[in-house]
């Protein structure tokens, strides 16, 4: 047996038409899945414009700064934000995890803003804390009762 002629017909094999056929429909198929699963982040997106409109002008507190402000996906949106005073840092390292939440959650928006009504329940707004460098905490903002 020649490899080279065993070669081309395994080619031929694997090209035919059928095959050909085959992977184009589970291609397109997987395309399809893929896109089933976005969700429309039209809500997140008017949320997070609300906050960079109304959120104390990049301020979470005279002190905290808010760096960053990110759509994770259509029900997630973190707010990242520098603590740059160095004795909130240690006073904010020397907590629990459940203090330091508890302390993240001083930068969530007020239980009388606007931005609830945006997000409702569906979307969850987090907070992470951080100085320079490292990370603090995280919290996550509850919605007001109603």
Not at 31 to 42: K, N, V, Y
């Amino acid at each position: 047996m020649n490899p080279v002629i065993d070669a081309l017909n395994t080619k031929r094999r694997l090209l035919s038409p059928w095959n050909s056929l085959v992977v184009g429909a589970a291609l397109s198929l997987a395309l399809l899945l893929g896109a089933c699963g976005e969700a429309d982040q039209t809500k997140a997106r008017e949320a997070v414009s609300w906050m960079r409109m109304h959120k104390y002008d990049g301020q979470a507190n005279p002190i905290w700064k808010i760096t960053k402000l990110e759509i994770k996906d259509a029900e997630n949106i973190v707010v990242e934000i520098l603590v740059p005073n160095e004795q909130h840092v240690d006073a904010i390292r020397s907590k629990s995890l459940i203090r330091k939440a508890m302390i993240a959650k001083y930068a969530c928006p007020p239980p009388t803003a606007a931005i609830w009504d945006i997000v409702k329940d569906d979307i969850q707004i987090r907070v992470d804390l951080h100085d320079h460098s490292v990370p603090l905490g995280s919290g996550i903002c509850q919605p007001p009762k109603q």
